[in-house]
């Protein structure tokens, strides 16, 4: 009997030593788009993906991790840089965009280039001008660095180091970024309320920004030409690259706004870099197109004290939380 | 009543008796098989080196003339001509039924393609899948030729694109009239690089319009070698 109890107590043990973590879904949001079934989560998968995003160990010098373009303090965002850059102080053509929320994303990049996010480190990893290897160099690599053998162990079950188990290990981490405990969250849960300033810009926000930066996420996910000439050095036109079509020129992802006093510069090239250039160019900047977006057809006409409080409702979107979570820095 | 006895006790083996048939994909270049890395020298101008044979086999079924059906058990294969242990594929199937058609599909399938990360012959590392835009390369051909206008004479056909109107998935049918213990399945590539016009397009690496036409080329020179 004796024996029995010992048994059982090793089994429970061991079910317990990585239980699965799941997606804590905050309430309201809709379900998430990711498949976790594909990719259970665990508390050591999360921890191998967390130290895979920090480790510069996935670029071809060894100088350039996920964290070097995507800071935890700037919600996974690169400030100061209108453009990423990689090894070799390579420059590149787009604005690091924020990894928060990417649970619910239906593609990813500024045009949609990646439709799964299992898939996305294969972008960086590889381009050039980033991270400048390739995906088995990458994988041999992590083999010959003997701390990977084990944490793959642990997160996985057995210490086979693959390309499969190391995207879904960084995608465990990734899943773990949700940002939803801005002052706007808590003024939509009743537990606080908005200043004067920031209920008239809520009002603003939702009359002529909601439309395509929907709440929660603050982004519908689609893809639009909001106006922006094209820039003639790095000729990008966005969404067209990828569907082929012309009704797609010029046309990016609608970013979140979440942390967005955080994740300055602004647009797929980083061109603005204060949210006051952002809202001038919706007021005064927008260049007309026949695929310009239908809800930038007519003139967007806001008073200045209109556009501080819309910048001061801005601002409760910042998730002062979510961006000094501990958890979510540099694991040593 | 003896022999009856024997039938009896006999039958049943042979009833379940089964065979193995051998089915392996090889390139060809002009009835010989392709070396791997090596000239294939026609002429002055018109010499090619293959230094990369990739596709995905995925969904083989093998019909019988019974009409059972045997399908592969590994959804997808990445066979790779410079992996003979890739290209090849032992079928076991009762004794009693020859086989009459070989249907795959070339490529990966679009629910395949927008589901995450994948091991095995579907790892991102086997280099059959587009960093840039998320898809798998269907069929990967490489190397050097005479024919390329390339200033290295280099050519890589990236055959890939799941999404209309560039999809690239094919379907391929064998039918197979002389059924023997090893079936060759060989890709005529020499018909194939034919219709390609490396002197005007060397690379491909995104979906396009091109790249279905030489998709549905490669699938069409797919053929069983004859005895």
Redesign the interface.
């Known amino acids: 009997m004796k024996q029995l109890s010992l048994f059982a107590l090793i089994c429970l043990c061991v079910a317990f030593t990585d239980p699965p973590a799941g997606l804590v879904i905050p309430k309201g949001w809709p379900g998430p788009t990711y498949d976790e079934s594909q990719n259970i989560l665990s508390k050591k998968g999360i921890a191998l993906g967390r130290k895979l995003f920090f480790d510069p160990i996935l670029s071809a010098d060894s100088t350039i991790s996920c964290a070097s373009c995507h800071s935890p303090y700037n919600s996974f965002a690169h400030t100061d840089h209108a453009l990423s850059h990689g090894i070799h102080d390579s420059i590149g053509r787009r604005n690091a965009p924020a990894l928060i929320n990417l649970a619910w994303q239906q593609s990813f990049m500024h045009d949609g280039a990646i439709h799964q996010l299992d898939m996305v480190p294969l972008a960086p990893i590889s381009h050039p001008s980033e991270m400048g290897s390739d995906m088995p160099s990458t994988v041999q690599r992590l083999r010959h660095q003997s701390s990977y053998k084990s944490l793959f162990n642990s997160a996985f079950g057995t210490p086979a180091i693959t390309g499969e188990r190391t995207l879904k290990a960084i995608s465990q981490f990734l899943l773990t970024l949700i940002s939803a405990n801005a002052k706007y969250d808590r003024v939509m849960r009743g537990e606080e309320t908005y200043t004067v300033q920031e209920e008239n810009g809520y009002r603003i926000f939702k009359i002529h920004c909601a439309s395509c930066h929907t709440e929660p996420l603050f982004t519908n996910g689609k893809f639009y030409n909001t106006g922006l000439p094209a820039d003639s050095f790095l000729k990008d036109y966005g969404r067209m690259s990828i569907s082929g079509h012309s009704q797609d020129s010029l046309a990016f992802k609608v970013p979140t706004l979440r942390n967005i006093a955080y994740t300055y510069p602004y647009m797929h090239d980083g061109r603005f870099k204060t949210l006051s250039q952002v809202i001038r160019h919706y007021t005064h900047g927008i260049q007309h197109a026949p695929n310009l977006a239908e809800a930038l057809k007519n003139p967007i006409c806001l008073t200045d004290d209109e556009k501080v409080d819309l910048t001061a409702f801005l601002k409760t979107l910042s998730d002062t939380q979510f961006l000094f979570n501990p958890a979510h820095q540099h694991p040593e | 009543m003896k022999i009856l006895f024997i039938y009896a006790l006999v039958f049943p083996w042979f009833a379940a008796a089964q065979k193995t048939t051998q089915i392996s994909f090889q390139p060809h270049w002009k009835g010989s098989a392709i070396p791997t890395d090596s000239l294939i020298n026609t002429d002055a101008e018109e010499w090619i080196q293959f230094s990369s044979i990739k596709w995905y086999c995925s969904s083989l079924k093998v019909s019988f003339s019974n009409g059972t059906q045997w399908q592969d058990t590994k959804a997808h294969r990445l066979i790779d001509f410079a992996d003979s242990e890739s290209s090849t594929i032992d079928i076991t199937h009762p004794f009693d039924a020859s086989i009459t058609h070989i249907q795959f599909l070339l490529g990966v399938d679009s629910l395949t393609q ?6 095995h012959d ?6 059959m ?1 587009w ?4 898809g798998y390369i269907h069929a990967k051909i490489e190397g050097t030729s005479g024919l390329s206008s390339h200033p290295k004479k280099e050519f890589a056909l990236h055959l890939g694109g799941y999404r209309h109107p ?1 999809n690239t998935l094919r379907q391929v049918t064998i039918p197979v009239h002389s059924p023997k213990n090893q079936l060759v399945i060989f890709m005529d590539m020499d018909s194939f690089i034919n219709q390609c016009a490396l002197a005007s397009q060397h690379h491909i690496m995104s ?2 319009a091109t790249a279905c036409n030489l998709a549905s080329h490669f699938a069409s020179s797919f053929q069983l070698q004859q005895p």
Do not use: C, I, K
């Open positions: 927008a589901a995450g990360a994948m091991g579907l790892d991102p590392t086997n280099g899948y960093t840039w835009q998320s560039f979906p396009s």
